[in-house]
């Protein structure tokens, strides 16, 4: 049995059932045509970035894209302890850039088209209805009673994942009691291709840049009922408190109509493939959108499952692919999970020794250049920054 089935067609979904196609594998993909209302944009790094520019996405994602050159953290509580802004720059490890603030909306477009063009994959716009994992297949029914089976079903279905849970895979979920709002803003000084993060005591109010030098997405972490406050406002209100919000560090703020509200959780399975089923993108991790990584981490998912599939073609499915990809993807989501959830719960929490440990770690990134570099490439290659250290340490430097 050749096919492998792929459940789910957001940007996980998408770029799983090109990455396979291209190994030469016979895909089906199942789920609706991708959601053109979403306002969010999607911060992504260079690797990730070089990743869709395989699929041969590079100019298309470059036309609505807007470099991602510097990146800021200010510390914007009222607490008796607070950090040093930090500035990361691209420049200070030789890149151009960090990666690409990429529209939600037009990569998910760009991504259908290629699907579509892939001799490869057969799309069947509908959902999965059931699933019937076996020892040597896996069974999907659609929702127009079609039958798929499968060597390996991949997971790419979303936070609530109903493919996880018919692989018995369990998860651990908790409800943060934080929203976030996106929406776009036009501003009156230029943005410099930079990212500015505005530390809250309920979360991170995040600009991002957009092509156009006076434009830019925003995310706003805080609670839900300051959230439903703020989508109460209107836009000529709501773009007061923004910019008061942010220190009218972009001088005057003018939020554009079209706003949107998304609940948070925080999510990690007990395992990322069982039963012929692996989880990639937000099947197999869910956090807050801090530090953009959710994403990031879900291509890198895509990534390492397609090697999988690479070195066990006779059956993808095995335990002992899934044993393999289980092992790969283990250490890459526990830290990426781990380290955003522990700066969102350091930014909650009200106990000094918490503040204390945020403000010491912040002024020593803004201080030490070595420690900033460090961050840097690990934050945008996992692994890079050992790697760039490593040889020194071997010097005996
Ligand atoms: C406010 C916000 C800002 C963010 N910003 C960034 C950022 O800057 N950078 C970054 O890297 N990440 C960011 N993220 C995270 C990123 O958005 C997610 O990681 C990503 O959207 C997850 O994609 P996905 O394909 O896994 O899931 P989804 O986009 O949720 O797709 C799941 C798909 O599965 C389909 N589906 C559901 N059930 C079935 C079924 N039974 N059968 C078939 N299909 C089904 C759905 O229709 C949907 O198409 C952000 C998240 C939020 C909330």
Redesign the pocket.
Same mark, same amino acid.
């Given at each position: 049995m050749d096919t492998i089935l792929v459940? %789910?067609? %957001? !940007?996980?979904?998408l770029t799983a059932a090109m990455a396979l196609a291209e190994l030469g594998r016979d895909v089906v993909l199942?789920? #609706?045509p !991708?959601s053109s209302t979403d306002r969010?944009?999607? &911060?992504?790094m260079r690797p990730a970035v070089a990743f869709l520019d395989g699929f041969g996405l590079g100019e298309t994602l470059k036309e609505v894209a807007a470099p991602l050159a510097a990146m800021r953290i200010i510390d914007a509580t009222n607490r008796l302890i607070r950090s040093p802004a930090v500035t990361f720059r691209a420049a200070e490890i030789g890149e151009e850039s960090f990666g690409l603030n990429i529209p939600n909306a037009e990569l998910n477009a760009a991504l259908a088209e290629k699907v579509r063009e892939n001799g490869n994959i057969t799309w069947q716009e509908q959902? +999965?209805h059931a699933w019937r994992p076996a020892a040597n297949h896996v069974e999907a029914e659609l929702a127009d009673g079609t039958i798929i089976r499968a060597a390996l079903a991949v997971a790419?279905? %979303?936070?609530n994942s #109903?493919a996880r849970g018919a692989a018995g895979i369990t998860i651990r979920r908790r409800d943060l009691h934080q929203s &976030?709002l +996106?929406l776009n803003f036009a501003h009156a000084r230029h943005h410099g291709f930079a990212s500015t993060e505005f530390h809250t005591e309920h979360g991170p109010c995040t600009q991002v840049p957009l092509p156009d030098g006076l434009r830019s997405s925003l +995310?706003w972490v805080m609670r839900p009922w300051q959230a439903e406050e703020l989508m109460a406002l209107d836009d000529a209100a709501l773009s007061e408190r923004l910019e008061e919000r942010q220190q009218s560090f972009l001088g005057k703020v003018t939020v554009e109509p079209g706003r949107q509200v998304?609940p948070l959780v925080s999510a990690l399975p007990m395992r990322f493939a069982a039963r012929r089923i692996a989880l990639v993108?937000?099947?197999a991790h869910v956090f807050p !959108?801090i530090t &953009?990584? %959710?994403?990031?981490l879900?291509l890198r998912d895509v990534m390492d499952l397609a090697e999988v599939v690479r070195t066990h073609m006779a059956d993808p499915g095995s335990t002992a692919a899934l044993l393999r990809y289980d092992a790969r993807r283990r250490p890459d989501i526990l830290a990426r999970s781990g380290a955003v959830n522990l700066v969102n719960a350091s930014l909650l929490s009200d106990l000094l020794p918490a503040q204390l440990l945020r403000s010491a770690g912040l002024s020593l990134l803004g201080s030490a250049s070595g420690l900033r570099g460090f961050f840097m490439r690990e934050g945008m290659r996992p692994g890079s920054g050992f790697a760039a250290i490593l040889p020194s340490i071997l010097r005996g430097a």
């Open positions: 459940a %789910g067609t %957001g !940007p996980a979904g199942a789920g #609706p !991708p969010r944009t999607s &911060a992504l959902i +999965v790419a279905d %979303g936070r #109903p &976030a +996106v +995310v998304f993108g937000e099947a !959108p &953009a990584q %959710g994403l990031n879900g």
